[in-house]
């Protein structure tokens, strides 16, 4: 199998890998418009994951971020198999989970949950709470059906909700209580690995702190492995043990939380941490340092994808892709000014 580099697979770290992700890609089919239809055009395909690779270790939240369109969210679900991938491999438990039958992920997909972001969407409006957690139990033979009942209250109690709540319908509930039964529901079948789909976004600024802590509690009280998907690198900061920063289909920066937020190599890594919004009230403000969108993955920039929008972009940027290269430690960038950048990024406070 080839990988890129340490920080990548997270080779060398002293902790068992789970997952392992190589060399993955996530294709769609692009729609034609009538005109294109009569003239007989192909169809267009989008490459929405391009040749990933990463590892998740046990224990571990790997934190992946980058702004809207860049591929975090297909390849989360990629993972769970929610998309087909176009190449490559997810290694989950000694089986490839990428070339896998219906039949055969059935049976693993216990093991790999997903919470979703939108808490609205993402629950029977018709069924209780408790028999939403209920028919998770019945489904993958968790327990005997006259331990339901103790059983789904234990799972309320440990996302900070009470029993009484399973009579009640997702309708009646706040956002941040549909999102802590989301989180009940997929720790019901006690898997070995959970998805996290920016499960803060949709709630309100005072309740995503709440959630964000319960997600701390239960990962160092239940020991989980997570991948955490989020557009802020404030979101993840507190949570992850890694970070991988995703822009246009490509991880273009991976390694230990701390080394990159002390440290980080890649001119988007830098942006996007300078315009996260400040933690602290009088500077609650956000930078517009990224300048422009994130181009459109029907049509990839030649060279380093990032290079319009890149402060540092030279010819060679416009000319030849970086490759993820390892700096030492656990911390790899896609940037051929990598170090320079890494040498010129200030402490925290001082960028700005
Ligand atoms: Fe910027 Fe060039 Fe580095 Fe890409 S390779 S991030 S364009 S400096």
């Not at 998740?56 to 971020?65: A, H, I, M, N, P």
């Not at 975090?72 to 198999?81: D, E, I, V």
């Not at 093991?111 to 209780?128: G, H």
């Not at 991880?251 to 300078?274: C, N, R, W």
Request: proline share 5%.
């Amino acid at each position: 199998m080839m990988m890129a580099n340490d920080a990548a697979t997270g080779a060398g770290q002293g902790k068992e890998v789970v997952l392992t992700v190589d060399d993955l890609a996530v294709d769609f089919n692009v729609a034609r418009s009538l005109a294109q239809l009569l003239q007989g055009r192909a169809r267009q395909k989008l490459r929405a994951v391009d040749r990933v690779s990463f590892a998740v270790r046990r224990f571990e939240t790997l934190g992946l971020v980058g702004e809207s369109g860049c591929g975090k969210t297909t390849l989360g679900r990629a993972l769970l198999r929610l998309y087909r991938p176009s190449a490559g491999r997810i290694d989950f438990l000694g089986q490839d989970l990428a070339n896998l039958g219906r039949g055969e992920l059935r049976s693993l997909r216990s093991d790999m949950q997903m919470v979703f972001q939108d808490p609205y969407s993402s629950l029977n409006p018709r069924m209780t709470v408790g028999r939403t957690i209920g028919e998770v139990l019945k489904f993958h033979d968790i327990c005997q059906r006259g331990e339901i009942t103790a059983e789904i209250a234990k799972l309320l109690d440990l996302v900070g909700l009470t029993g009484a709540m399973a009579g009640r319908y997702p309708a009646t509930l706040s956002g941040g209580q549909r999102q802590r039964v989301g989180l009940a529901r997929a720790l019901a079948v006690r898997p070995s690995f959970i998805v996290l789909d920016e499960p803060v976004a949709a709630l309100d600024v005072s309740i995503q702190a709440q959630i964000l802590n319960l997600l701390k509690d239960l990962s160092d009280e239940l020991g989980l492995t997570m991948l955490f998907i989020a557009h802020e690198l404030s979101v993840v900061r507190h949570m992850s043990t890694r970070l991988a920063v995703m822009y246009l289909g490509k991880i273009v920066e991976i390694g230990a939380a701390e080394a990159i937020f002390s440290g980080p190599s890649h001119p988007y890594t830098q942006g996007l941490m300078k315009s996260v919004p400040r933690l602290i009230p009088e500077r609650r403000h956000r930078e517009a340092v990224l300048k422009g969108d994130v181009p459109s993955p029907i049509n990839v920039p030649s060279g380093c994808r990032f290079h319009p929008r890149c402060p540092l972009a030279t010819d060679i940027c416009r000319d030849t892709e970086p490759v993820l290269t390892e700096l030492g430690g656990d911390h790899a960038s896609a940037c051929h000014f990598a170090e320079q950048a890494q040498a010129s990024w200030l402490p925290t406070g001082s960028n700005e």
